[in-house]
């Protein structure tokens, strides 16, 4: 399972920015990429504060966040500040909604996450032209 929650997170990180577009995406699912976003963001902000990552990695986060945000239909963005708040203590929500610690569950190390997730950020704000 920690496995799966880790790179779940970086695969949903990744694949946002081909799957916010999608015509008629489910209001749940929208919901959900924002929340993971939101949550990564927090993360960002999380390895930038262990060193492994520069302070431009948080506004690319910022960045990606704003775009999700601004997807026509609407986005319930109701969790989001909750979602930051528990990636800047380095958790994220395992596949049963519980908190789990990135730290002990990033199965490539800590240091390795930031800078996939940093990566899947800056490559993804290429593709939508940010």
Do not use: H
Request: charged share 25%; aromatic share 4%; hydrophobic share 40%.
């Amino acid at each position: 399972m920690k496995k799966s929650i880790l790179t779940g997170m970086i695969a949903a990180t990744l694949g946002l920015f081909n799957t916010a577009n999608a015509e008629g995406m489910d209001p749940a699912a929208l919901k959900n990429v924002y929340d993971i976003t939101r949550n990564t963001a927090g993360l960002m902000s999380y390895c930038v504060d262990k060193g492994f990552l520069k302070a431009d990695s948080i506004d690319n986060a910022k960045k990606m966040v704003a775009y999700v945000a601004a997807i026509p239909g609407g986005v319930d963005t109701r969790d989001g500040d909750k979602r930051e708040a528990m990636g800047r203590e380095g958790n994220v929500l395992n596949d049963d909604g519980k908190v789990v610690a990135l730290e002990k569950e990033a199965p490539q190390g800590l240091q390795a996450w930031c800078q996939q997730a940093d990566e899947g950020i800056r490559q993804g704000l290429t593709s939508i032209g940010q």
